[in-house]
């Protein structure tokens, strides 16, 4: 059975913090994925990675940093979180052999006070 | 422009009919095709794909192609009250690309 694994399904954070959320897949896939996903504006691309300690800018980097420095992992950094990261961040991955289907981790809806 | 489109609904049907949820995209290098249902709190989970043009059956759910008008559908026959959620349509070229997603009730 396919997996991705978010670490934290629920996290409140203060304005401020330094904010990791971490991703983890087992289907040795290439292409890993954050999204953020808010009401009326869907999933929107944040950071991706094709290879590990490769990164690629999504449609909303601002705030934002990736580390990925294992295949499996691919983590988000939030800098300095503010009230406006308030969200469902949601990690995926796909590999590079087929249909690149999307799967994705639980979700991770995080609060910043 | 988004780059992938659906009509936001929110749609209802009663229980038993067929659904329909349209979906256009932009990019004419777009590859494969997807449909995921997403229920409230919880991640998308994948319903079908699709690369050819024409149909594509899998049990209840249709996924319909047409390139040339850069359109793609999705039929929910006999329609359940368990369909209710949001189905998220997104097209692949070199990455995903996410519609806003459609509410669909199916109303017992």
């Known amino acids: 059975d396919v997996k991705v694994t978010q670490s934290s399904r629920y996290l409140v954070k203060r304005t401020g913090e330094k904010v990791f959320l971490e991703c983890v897949q087992d289907?040795?896939?290439?292409?890993m994925f954050w999204y953020r996903q808010d009401p009326g504006l869907g999933l929107r691309l944040i950071y991706f990675?094709?290879?590990?300690?490769?990164?690629e800018k999504g449609d909303i980097p601002e705030g934002y940093s990736v580390s990925r420095e294992k295949k499996e992992r691919f983590s988000l950094i939030l800098e300095s979180a503010s009230t406006n990261q308030t969200s469902m961040y949601l990690c995926?991955?796909?590999?590079?052999?087929?249909?690149?289907?999307?799967?994705f981790g639980q979700g991770t809806r995080l609060t910043v006070v | 422009q988004k780059e992938v489109e659906q009509n936001s609904g929110p749609l209802s049907v009663p229980e038993g009919a067929i659904a329909s949820l349209n979906c256009t995209y932009s990019?004419?290098?777009?590859?494969?095709f997807f449909w995921y249902r997403q229920y409230s709190g919880k991640s998308p989970e994948l319903i079908m794909f699709?690369?050819?043009?024409g149909d594509k059956e899998d049990g209840r759910f249709t996924a319909q192609l047409n390139k040339a008008s850069q359109y793609v559908s999705l039929l929910i026959r006999d329609s359940q009250p368990s369909d209710s959620a949001t189905y998220l349509c997104?097209?692949?070229?070199?990455?995903?690309?996410f519609g806003t997603g459609t509410s669909l009730t199916v109303i017992p």
């Open positions: 990019d004419r290098g777009s590859q494969s």
């Open positions: 997104a097209s692949f070229g070199n990455q995903f690309y």
């Open positions: 990675s094709y290879d590990v300690k490769m990164k």
């Open positions: 995926a991955s796909t590999g590079d052999r087929g249909v690149p289907e999307a799967f």
């Open positions: 289907m040795d896939h290439e292409n």
């Open positions: 699709i690369y050819s043009n």
